[in-house]
């Protein structure tokens, strides 16, 4: 249980293109899911925190309007990378919080290029 | 403001040792303890948590951790280390609200298993 997918695990685009990357709870509701980024050989960054049916709550520093964080059901967070430009190339990482099993499940991650 | 420090970067063991990273964090209320183990281009995975009760938490694929509360410390410890353990081990720490919140997350420590 607690199994946390990504899509894409890998995206590569051209700059001043979106991205979405979508981020889903298989077998468990999570009405809080969590946005990080991680820089090659670096701990995790918390980007965001994504409330179901609310708005984002973005940490300081993380442009809003360029990374726009939908959470639309109990299963399915997106995270969209706009007008993406190279230094946005990065591994993002997703994680949802099982109430049940207490604790931040993380998903596989995705590996977005930026060219 | 809480903060979780992982003094090893790098360390290297061989197949069948004993192993023992460090992860020292600061909080200043009751903290919530996590271990994740991440493999290359891999996202995290939960290897044991700590909020109360018995101060050595048994976890998955044989890791264990002890809370000591006066050395404000959450080692995590494995007998017999295998090839297959080599990853990073990221510490990380939050408050237990009963509800989801953020994760602070140590730089982590790369594992290296010599055969």
């Known amino acids: 249980g607690a199994v946390v997918s990504q899509h894409p695990s890998r995206v590569i685009c051209k700059s001043g293109t979106s991205v979405k990357i979508e981020c889903r709870s298989l077998d468990f509701q999570a009405t809080t899911m969590f946005w990080y980024r991680q820089f090659p050989k670096q701990s995790l960054m918390l980007m965001a925190t994504s409330n179901e049916g609310s708005k984002a709550t973005y940490e300081q520093g993380v442009e809003k309007d360029k990374f726009l964080i939908n959470h639309a059901s109990l299963t399915l967070s997106t995270l969209t990378v706009t007008s993406a430009h190279p230094e946005d190339s990065s591994f993002y990482i997703c994680s949802a919080y099982n109430h049940d099993a207490g604790g931040q499940y993380f998903g596989p991650g995705t590996r977005l290029t930026v060219t | 403001a809480q903060s979780v420090t992982q003094p090893d970067i790098h360390i290297t063991v061989s197949e069948g040792a004993s192993l023992e990273l460090r992860c020292n964090y600061s909080y200043g209320a009751t903290p919530y303890l996590f271990w994740y183990v991440q493999s290359p281009g891999q996202g995290l995975q939960l290897l044991l948590k700590y909020f109360s009760g018995d101060t050595l938490v048994q976890g998955i694929k044989g890791f264990e951790a002890e809370f000591k509360r006066s050395q404000s410390s959450f080692n995590l410890r494995k007998p017999s280390v295998h090839w297959s353990d080599a990853a990073e081990y990221f510490c990380?720490?939050?408050?237990?609200?009963?509800?989801?919140?953020?994760?602070?997350f140590g730089t982590g420590t790369r594992l290296q298993v010599m055969l």
């Open positions: 990380a720490v939050g408050p237990f609200t009963g509800t989801a919140s953020k994760l602070t």
